[in-house]
């Protein structure tokens, strides 16, 4: 029993946030390469657990993409 909670604490510590990993403090909505390696291929922000980024920098990447978004530099949506 101790074996499969070890198994579990192992693969939750190799996921670890891009952002964190990079050092990148602040997601800036002007860096539209890095906002569209968090985007789907029909424009959607891709859920947390598929991106593996950790809920703190989750928030500040959504409301980045939204800000590009208003600003006409990532689309809303793709056909």
Same mark, same amino acid.
């Given at each position: 029993?101790?074996?499969?909670?070890?198994?579990?604490? &192992?693969a939750r510590k190799?996921?670890?946030?891009?952002?964190?990993?990079?050092?990148? $403090?602040? /997601?800036?909505?002007?860096?539209?390469?890095?906002?569209?390696?968090?985007? $789907?291929?029909? &424009?959607?922000? %891709?859920?947390?657990?598929?991106?593996? /980024?950790?809920?703190?920098?989750q928030r500040r990447?959504?409301?980045?993409i939204k800000r &590009?978004?208003?600003? &006409?530099? %990532?689309?809303? /949506?793709?056909?």
């Open positions: 029993m101790n074996t499969h909670n070890e198994q579990k604490n &192992a190799e996921r670890q946030c891009y952002f964190c990993m990079n050092n990148i $403090s602040d /997601v800036d909505y002007k860096d539209t390469n890095l906002l569209r390696r968090f985007l $789907s291929s029909f &424009a959607k922000i %891709v859920p947390r657990k598929r991106s593996k /980024v950790c809920m703190w920098h990447l959504e409301s980045a &590009a978004r208003i600003m &006409a530099l %990532v689309p809303f /949506v793709q056909r």
